[in-house]
T-cell receptor, first 115, second 113 residues
């Protein structure tokens, strides 16, 4: 299967700082990338859909000014958690697809801890 | 509102026996269902899917059954192998595709040698 790499795998940051998470499709061009968040004992929740070269579409309840998504190329999307707070501590995971109705490939996820 | 539910957080099955993982959904607009397998420190990997026009899809040891009237699907693994030990997520979408997926909370399957 195709490879999606997410970096970093884990990060600890101080409250009030910003953290950037990268999602790369290593062996294919991703027309669309998705960002999910998973709190303990809960399901993966879609945060936003990101298409290359256009603004991300955010799900209801997700603050677009707090979770900045940039999809500058067909192989890279970044999620920046701005002014992080402890309640933002979660597992963030991205996925990428080659095109409409194609299989989604997931990154390994990033564990964010805000202290 | 949890639209996709996996009510069993964990399941233990003897090696060689059948593993049955269950998933229920509430959104009648869902028309495509997927199962993902996840090992620790890795992202979910696609296992098998089924569209709402079918009631069964089989791929090797894995079979997914869909009961639309009950809004229920299940994943059968037979025979179960130790390498099947992982967390299994059920997911659903509204557009016969892999775009906006709604996930269940996962079931941790442990295969006992």
């Amino acid at each position: 299967g195709a490879v999606v790499s997410q970096h970093p795998s884990w990060v600890i940051c101080k409250s009030g700082t910003s953290v950037k998470i990268e999602c790369r499709s290593l062996d294919f061009q991703a027309t669309t990338m998705f960002w999910y968040r998973q709190f303990p004992k809960q399901s993966l929740m879609l945060m936003a859909t990101s298409n290359e070269g256009s603004k991300a579409t955010y799900e209801q309840g997700v603050e677009k000014d707090k979770f900045l998504i940039n999809h500058a190329s067909l192989t890279l999307s970044t999620l920046t958690v701005t002014s992080a707070h402890p309640e933002d501590s979660s597992f963030y995971i991205c996925s990428a697809i080659r095109g409409v109705n194609t299989e989604a490939f997931f990154g390994q996820g990033t564990r964010l801890t805000v202290v | 509102d949890q639209q996709v539910k996996q009510n069993s957080p964990s399941l233990s099955v003897q090696e060689g026996r059948i593993s049955i993982l269950n998933c229920d959904y509430t959104n009648s607009m869902f028309d495509y269902f997927l199962w993902y397998k996840k090992y620790p420190a890795e992202g979910p990997t696609f296992l098998i899917s089924i569209s709402s026009i079918k009631d069964k899809n089989e791929d090797g040891r894995f079979t997914v059954f869909l009961n639309k009237s009950a809004k229920h699907l299940s994943l059968h693994i037979v025979p179960s192998q130790p390498g099947d030990s992982a967390v299994y997520f059920c997911a659903a979408s509204e557009n016969f595709g892999n775009e906006k997926l709604t996930f269940g909370t996962g079931t941790r399957l442990t295969i006992i040698p």
